[in-house]
């Protein structure tokens, strides 16, 4: 049985990408939880959660990328790098999490009108395996149906797909 779509645009409001964030690493930090981590949120430069595993005594330091997609804007990529103009946003991923003796991570959460998708991979398999074309001004995770595909298939990706069933919130 085919799904009908009658999902509203979405509008944002002057501080959505404020909010998007916030929740952004909520979903990470509560999925982690859930999978038995004691995770915080914590406001430092390049890093947005700190994940400890109490199983293998990993300690996580993750940057968080969350983004809301637009009709017609769903496969863009999200920027997770920048090495424009000076900046050098993985040094400061990294610096973080040598500060705080914890291992890269990358988490990006991505929502559109009917559905949303939160990956989390590390640091070290996102440059050997997706990074890409070395050199480039801006590091990015694709969202192409190409790419999710792939993501999907790959056990080192840790993913989560998430399904928007909208009841009674038209206004």
């Not at 983004?67 to 990294?94: H, L, P």
């Not at 003796?101 to 989390?120: F, H, K, N, Q, R």
């Not at 640091?123 to 074309?133: F, T």
Request: charge should be positive; charged fraction near 35%; aromatic fraction near 12%.
């Amino acid at each position: 049985m085919k799904k009908i779509e009658i999902f509203e645009e979405i509008i944002k409001s002057t501080r959505h990408q404020k909010i998007i964030g916030n929740f952004g690493e909520n979903m990470i930090c509560n999925w982690l939880s859930r999978s038995g981590f004691e995770v915080a949120i914590v406001d430092h430069t390049g890093i947005d959660i700190i994940a400890y595993n109490k199983i293998s005594k990993e300690r996580l330091g993750i940057t968080v990328k969350s983004r809301t997609r637009t009709r017609g804007k769903e496969t863009d990529s999200v920027n997770i790098f920048y090495y424009q103009k000076g900046k050098n946003d993985r040094k400061k991923v990294e610096d973080a999490c040598s500060a705080f003796g914890c291992i890269p991570w990358i988490g990006v959460y991505v929502e559109t009108t009917s559905d949303a998708d939160v990956y989390l991979i590390s640091l070290e398999y996102y440059l050997k395996k997706y990074q890409g074309e070395r050199k480039k001004a801006i590091d990015d995770w694709k969202m192409t149906d190409k790419h999710r595909e792939e993501y999907e298939k790959d056990s080192y990706v840790k993913h989560i797909k998430i399904e928007f069933n909208q009841k009674n919130w038209k206004w």
